[in-house]
T-cell receptor, first 113, second 109 residues
Framework: DSGVTQTPKHLITATGQRVTLRCSPRSGDLSVYWYQQSLDQGLQFLIQYYNGEERAKGNILERFSAQQFPDLHSELNLSSLELGDSALYFC????????????FGPGTRLTVT | QKEVEQDPGPLSVPEGAIVSLNCTYSNSAFQYFMWYRQYSRKGPELLMYTYSSGNKEDGRFTAQVDKSSKYISLFIRDSQPSDSATYLCAINTGNQFYFGTGTSLTVIP
């Protein structure tokens, strides 16, 4: 158990809908990272927050947004969902902002029908 | 060209064998080199990280980085059936994080 928690574990929704994925980092970690993992693309970095501020942005679509709250938990919002958004979404956390020692949560499996 | 390329495998070895997993990368600015292990339907688990050329050892695992060739490797000695998983290399530079597509390893008892 990495100490990173993600909810929900599974999510099934329809195209065009909006969902929110939640992540609680390990105690003491200030950075949160979001990733998307699909069979054809592998693990893709979406976005990083450090102590409430956006620190780095990867291949995140405009339909996706994230935030980190004062208690350091983070939410990833996915809107106008498409079939291609079906994937595993992972959250990771680290103490600092360099990202070389990330601890991953168990993931949320999103299925868009 | 992808930022990091990884031998896809799959790799199947007998128990006790030495396993070599490899990745190449394109950008010499990359600072940290990591290896993760991922069991089916689980989150990746950090095995090791390094930032310099050379070898870093941790138990049965050795991470090797050759910055001149832009090549990274993970060696697993005395492989065990519990090592059966997908291994992901990862690299980062400042504010970008790139993962290889993973090598599936099966260790046969």
């Amino acid at each position: 158990d990495s100490g990173v928690t993600q909810t929900p574990k599974h999510l099934i929704t329809a195209t065009g809908q909006r969902v929110t994925l939640r992540c609680s980092p390990r105690s003491g970690d200030l950075s949160v990272y979001w990733y998307q993992q699909s069979l054809d693309q592998g693990l893709q970095f979406l976005i990083q927050y450090y102590n409430g501020e956006e620190r780095a942005k990867g291949n995140i679509l405009e339909r996706f947004s994230a935030q980190q709250f004062p208690d350091l938990h983070s939410e990833l919002n996915l809107s106008s969902l498409e079939l291609g958004d079906s994937a595993l979404y992972f959250c990771a956390s680290s103490v600092g902002d360099r990202g070389h020692e990330q601890y991953f949560g168990p993931g949320t499996r999103l299925t868009v029908t | 060209q992808k930022e990091v390329e990884q031998d896809p495998g799959p790799l199947s070895v007998p128990e006790g064998a030495i396993v070599s997993l490899n990745c190449t990368y394109s950008n010499s600015a990359f600072q940290y080199f990591m290896w993760y292990r991922q069991y089916s339907r689980k989150g990746p688990e950090l095995l090791m990280y390094t930032y310099s050329s050379g070898n870093k050892e941790d138990g049965r695992f050795t991470a090797q980085v050759d910055k001149s060739s832009k090549y990274i490797s993970l060696f697993i000695r005395d492989s065990q059936p519990s090592d059966s998983a997908t291994y992901l290399c990862a690299i980062n530079t400042g504010n970008q994080f790139y993962f290889g597509t993973g090598t599936s390893l099966t260790v046969i008892p």
